[in-house]
C-alpha cells in the first residue's frame, strides 16, 4: 500500500529556510487524483494546513504562510518537497506529508510526520 | 486561533455515545459536504476515520458516526471503548480563499 516518509534536517536555525522531503512509496504519484500536502503540528496543539500542490505544478497555500512557502514535486524521484524561508521559533513543529485523495475529499494517507525545532 | 471550533475536552464511560461538535461559518462547513474527522493518538500521525461528512473509510468501525447541520459539523462515538481515547479533529473544505481549516482538536476521555 502507499506509504510516505519525510526526511530533513531536525534542527534549522532562525532566519533559515527549512527544507524537508517525502518519499512516495508503493502507489502512484502521478494520478490528478491526489494532492499531495505538508500538514504541521507546533508540540501540544492542534494541526494546521501549510498547503499543497496538483497536477504536478499546481499549488495552494495557507494564506498565514503563502509569502514563505514552497512545495515542488519530482515525480522521477517520487518526491514531494516543502521549503518554508525565514523561519522563526514559531515554525517548530511537527511536519507531516499527507495525501488529499479526491476519491475521499480528505486526508487518507499520512507520514509518520518529522519533528523541526527552530532554535540558535 | 483554529478556523474551526472545538469543545477542548468530551468524556464519557464505556458503553456510552459521546458527540463531537466541529463549528465554523457559511464559507467552509454551512457551503460543503467536505468535512472530515481524524483521530490521534498521542506521539502518532492522524487517522482519517470519516470523510464527506458522514462516509467511513474501510477498516473503520461502524460506531463512528458523522452528521452535519448548518455550520456545525457532529462526530458521534457510540459504544465507547477504552481504545476510543485520543485526539479528534475535524476538517473542512474552506473554498478557494481558505482551501483547507482545521479545528483545534478534542481530547476524548473515556472514565
Known amino acids: 500500500q502507499v506509504q510516505l516518509q519525510e526526511s530533513g534536517p531536525g534542527l534549522v536555525k532562525p532566519s533559515q529556510t527549512l527544507s524537508l522531503t517525502c518519499t512516495v512509496s508503493?502507489?502512484?504519484?502521478?494520478?490528478?487524483?491526489?494532492?499531495w500536502s505538508w500538514i504541521r503540528q507546533p508540540p501540544g496543539k492542534g494541526l494546521e494546513w501549510v498547503g499543497y500542490?496538483?497536477?504536478?505544478?499546481?499549488?495552494n497555500y495557507n494564506a498565514s504562510l503563502k509569502t514563505r512557502v514552497a512545495i515542488s514535486i519530482d515525480t522521477a524521484k517520487r518526491q514531494v518537497s516543502l521549503r518554508l524561508t525565514s523561519v522563526t521559533a514559531a515554525d517548530t513543529a511537527v511536519y507531516y506529508c499527507?495525501?488529499?485523495?479526491?476519491?475521499?475529499?480528505?486526508?487518507?494517507?499520512w507520514g509518520q510526520g518529522t519533528m523541526v525545532t527552530i532554535s540558535s | 486561533q483554529s478556523a474551526l471550533t472545538q469543545p477542548a475536552s468530551v468524556s464519557g464511560s464505556p458503553g456510552q455515545s459521546i458527540t463531537v461538535s466541529c463549528t465554523g461559518t457559511?464559507?467552509?462547513?454551512?457551503?460543503?459536504?467536505?468535512v472530515s474527522w481524524y483521530q490521534q493518538y498521542p506521539g502518532k500521525a492522524p487517522k482519517l476515520i470519516i470523510y464527506?461528512?458522514?462516509e467511513r473509510p474501510s477498516g473503520v468501525s461502524d460506531r463512528f458516526s458523522g452528521s452535519k447541520s448548518g455550520n456545525t459539523a457532529s462526530l458521534t462515538i457510540s459504544g465507547l471503548q477504552a481504545e476510543d481515547e485520543a485526539n479528534y479533529y475535524c476538517?473542512?473544505?474552506?473554498?478557494?480563499?481558505?482551501?483547507?481549516?482545521f479545528g483545534g482538536g478534542t481530547k476524548v476521555t473515556v472514565l
Open positions: 499527507a495525501r488529499l485523495s479526491s476519491d475521499h475529499d480528505a486526508f487518507d494517507i
Open positions: 508503493g502507489g502512484s504519484i502521478n494520478s490528478d487524483n491526489y494532492y
Open positions: 500542490i496538483y497536477n504536478s505544478e499546481t499549488t
Open positions: 457559511t464559507s467552509d462547513i454551512g457551503s460543503y459536504n467536505l
Open positions: 464527506e461528512v458522514t
Open positions: 476538517c473542512s473544505y474552506g473554498g478557494t480563499a481558505t482551501y483547507v481549516v
